[in-house]
């Protein structure tokens, strides 16, 4: 069964970084896509940035670009998501999620992804 784990998360004030952690089991890091979704209060879920290990493709959000960057620890099996300048619109859950993906499905489309992490909240505050 694969499993998603996340770590990280908290709170910040405006300017400040953070760093999440996902952990996803073999087979989906090896050849899969893992990404990172967030949404806060009232709000759809979108998706963030991902990172596709085998090659260490990114891809980003327009609203994250400049200032997140996914990663990654073979070793660990483990992405990471770096988080600087962090503004008050940032404030969300955060959802890892990992699966393989057909040709041409975007990874930032949560609606591809069936496997999911539990979640964890970071709040930035002014």
């Known amino acids: 069964q694969v499993q998603v784990m996340e770590s990280g998360g908290g709170s910040v004030q405006s300017g400040g970084s953070l760093r999440l952690s996902c952990a996803s089991s073999e087979p989906i890091f090896a050849t899969g896509y893992l990404a990172w979704f967030r949404q806060a209060p009232g709000n759809e879920r979108e998706g963030v940035a991902a990172?596709?290990?085998?090659?260490?493709?990114?891809y980003y959000a327009d609203s994250v670009k400049g200032r997140f960057t996914a990663s990654k620890d073979n070793t660990k099996k483990t992405v990471y998501l770096q988080m600087d300048n962090l503004q008050p619109e940032d404030t969300a859950v955060y959802y890892c999620?990992?699966?393989?993906?057909?040709?041409?499905?975007?990874?930032?489309?949560?609606?591809?992804?069936?496997?999911w992490g539990q979640g964890t909240q970071v709040t930035v505050s002014s």
């Open positions: 990172i596709r290990p085998r090659d260490d493709t990114t």
């Open positions: 999620a990992a699966d393989h993906l057909n040709s041409g499905a975007s990874p930032l489309v949560d609606r591809y992804f069936l496997f």
